[in-house]
Nanobody
């Protein structure tokens, strides 16, 4: 049974940092795409960062590049999103997601449409 559970959200002032975690219970597979997405009220779900496990490729939205970092622990049980230099516009509900069966190019696209498995979300609020 696939299960993803996020934690680590909270409230922080602009310029601060947070680290989100996502506990992973996934199917055995040689490669999958893991991602962090966010959704602010009244807006669509945005792909923040993705990681393709076969090769460790990572991609980022231009709005977070250089400030956020996606990674996975060595045991492959947890996905992280380190968020530094946070801005008020980073305020949103953050979700982790997982999918298998597509290639690197699709993972690069960071589209929520391709992902079947989602966590419940964790709220991040950045005040100015």
């Amino acid at each position: 049974q696939v299960r993803l559970v996020e934690s680590g959200g909270g409230s922080v002032q602009a310029g601060g940092s947070l680290r989100l975690s996502c506990e992973l219970s996934l199917w055995p597979d040689s490669s999958y795409c893991l991602g962090w997405f966010r959704q602010a009220p009244g807006q669509g779900r945005e792909g923040v960062a993705t990681l393709y496990t076969a090769g460790g490729y990572t991609w980022y939205a231009s709005s977070v590049k250089g400030r956020f970092a996606i990674s996975q622990d060595n045991a492959k049980n947890t996905l992280f999103l380190q968020m530094d230099s946070l801005k008020p516009e980073d305020t949103a509900m953050y979700y982790c997601a997982a999918e298998t069966g597509f290639g690197r190019d699709t993972c690069y696209a960071r589209s929520s449409l391709y992902f079947s498995y989602w966590g419940q979300g964790t709220q991040v609020t950045v005040s100015s």
